[in-house]
């Protein structure tokens, strides 16, 4: 099953709600959804597009979304706007993923965002800093708020005169929240259940061949807690940092999974055959038999870094999982019939998937340094992932880790690794998390330094100000270079690129302004400086010549 780049171009965003004919495809978290031409275009367009000087926009920490030359923004939808007569917008907007309706029509379709977690003192009114003992003091009304706030959103956008707008009220327009029930893609039940109740911690994502959303649950954790086991064997329960757990029974066992959402009806189902852990991202490869492989990390100190091969067509539950030794590159089955040591610890596959981190740490799976955002590179097939740091290990920037799977078979059970950037002030950027690649190939990348660590004298820090958006050219004098070409609003990170079918927009994620916040009366961050004068994470459309220039190089045949 070699990477075939013409099978790639000639697919590649096809994705459209009206094409039911699933096309063989490949796209992933952040990626883009665009019929690729192949015109020659003229020499001079050519040598204007090779020549495309890109000014870097320096570190900033002033709270504002800043842009540099050639592009612009807007607001498309933000926390706590009206999407239909009964549902709003939730909080900490993650990843987007966008699907035009017909292929032939760009400017209309539909968004998914993910609504990763909720700051208490913004949704609920809870503000944990005021107690000793907090959870003596929160109630279920708060709770069911912070419940309703996570999850995502599903609506209908469309582009209007440059602008892009919701379709308010649109029949597609819906909340998946930590309430919403949803069905277990397995065949065993899990502590008692088939059908678990909603989902929570969305962070990163992707898209599947058959034009679904795909939602990871990342730290699910904070929110049900988690069951831990001693050497023994024997389980006790940590509890979470939310407390929910004690407002509602529901097992951490039911999270920590992908979840699939249709985006015609919002059914959702999640995909125990991935695993459980912190997953950042879900990003597909469809083979030439159709069956698929699914890239995933779990973002998390010295935690590792998986990809699923199905054994069916289309199927996110037949097949293996498997588990990333980096040192010799090779990929280890997550496989209790055929793994001794998986046998001995285990009772069964279920247990095996459930408690993955375990069942890889056994099989000697490479601890990484939090992976995070995967995306295939769509001219060389290679795989990115990015290391985000892990501080314990004094790696405080983290880096871009290079795939190459054996002969370039997303099938293979071996592969060789490299480093391909490394973050620090040389590169001009530190924490790398969401990736997405352009049109042209150009590899875009948002960055993490989290908000108590951001722009404070005891941390390193300090040169690389707010966190931004970068992007890294693949052709002429700026080709391999980071340049920064947004900065994020205070305590903010730009969460979920994902690029329109036509190239000219960047839908993004401006998730947790303000996040250091502890009094409402004085927020540090006010963005987007709407009338209720407090941060609201949105969803922003970038554009601008700047990104058509970059987007329009794919035009080549190279
Ligand atoms: Fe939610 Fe790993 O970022
Ligand atoms: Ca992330
Ligand atoms: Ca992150």
Not at 270 to 295: N, P, Q, S, W
Not at 394 to 423: P, R
């Amino acid at each position: 099953m070699k990477y075939n780049r013409r099978k790639f171009i000639s697919f590649l965003g096809k994705a459209s709600l009206g094409f039911m004919v699933t096309p063989p495809f490949l796209i992933g978290c952040g990626n883009t959804a665009m019929p690729v031409k192949t015109k020659r275009l003229s020499e001079e367009k050519f040598r204007q597009l090779k020549d495309l000087a890109l000014e870097a926009l320096s570190p900033s920490n002033k709270d504002d979304l800043l842009l540099t030359k050639g592009l612009d923004y807007h607001v498309i939808v933000k926390w706590g706007d009206k999407i239909s007569n009964k549902d709003s917008f939730g909080f900490n907007n993650d990843f987007t993923c966008f699907i035009p309706f017909d292929k032939k029509n760009p400017k209309d379709g539909l968004l998914w965002v993910n609504h990763e977690y909720v700051n208490p003192l913004f949704v609920s009114g809870f503000n944990f800093k005021n107690y000793d003992d907090p959870f003596r003091h929160r109630t279920l009304e708060q709770v069911d708020k912070e419940m309703y706030n996570v999850g995502g959103s599903i609506v209908r956008v469309k582009e209007e005169n440059g602008r892009w707008n919701i379709v308010e009220n649109d029949p597609h327009n819906r909340r998946i929240t930590a309430k919403t029930p949803m069905q277990l893609n397995w065949d065993h039940p899990i502590k008692g259940k088939t059908t678990v109740i909603g989902t929570h911690s969305n962070c990163s994502g992707g898209i599947t061949p058959w034009n679904t959303f795909l939602s990871c649950e990342e730290n699910y954790d904070s929110f049900f807690g988690e069951t831990e086991y001693d050497e023994n064997n024997t389980a006790t329960k940590r509890s979470s940092d939310y407390g929910w757990e004690n407002f509602y029974d529901y097992p951490p066992e039911h999270y920590g999974w992908v979840v699939e959402i249709d985006p015609k009806d919002g059914t959702a189902q999640k995909h125990i055959a991935l695993g459980r852990f912190a997953h950042e991202c879900c990003t597909l490869y469809e083979l030439d038999d159709k069956r698929v492989v699914a890239y995933t990390g779990d973002d998390k100190d010295d935690e590792h870094l998986y990809k699923f091969i199905s054994s069916k067509p289309g199927s996110l539950k037949a097949g293996t999982l498997y588990v990333a030794d980096t040192i010799n590159g090779k990929w280890l089955a997550l496989d209790w019939e055929n793994q001794p040591v998986l046998r001995n610890k285990f009772k069964d596959q279920t247990e095996v998937l459930i408690r993955a981190r375990e069942a890889a740490k056994l099989l000697g799976a490479t601890e990484l340094n939090r992976p995070e955002d995967i995306e295939i590179d769509p001219i060389t097939g290679n795989i990115f992932v990015t290391l985000t740091n892990n501080k314990s290990k004094n790696d405080f920037h983290g880096s871009i880790l290079k795939i190459e799977e054996t002969d370039g078979a997303f099938d293979s059970l071996t592969f060789k690794t490299s480093t391909y950037k490394v973050g620090g002030e040389e590169n001009g950027f530190s924490c790398p998390d969401n990736l997405a690649f352009d049109l042209s190939g150009n590899l875009w990348m948002t960055s993490d330094i989290s908000g108590s660590a951001m722009n404070k004298e005891n941390w390193p820090y300090m040169p690389f100000k707010n966190n931004g958006l970068f992007v890294i050219p693949r052709y002429g004098k700026d080709a391999g270079k980071v340049i920064q070409v947004a900065s994020a609003p205070k305590d903010a990170e730009l969460t979920g690129p994902w690029f329109s079918p036509d190239g000219k927009t960047l839908f993004l994620s401006i998730q947790h302004p303000g996040e250091q916040t502890t009094d409402l009366k004085t927020p540090t961050s006010k963005w987007p400086f709407d009338e209720d004068n407090i941060p609201k994470p949105a969803v922003v459309a970038i554009t601008g010549v700047l990104i058509e220039k970059m987007n329009m190089l794919n035009q080549i045949e190279m």
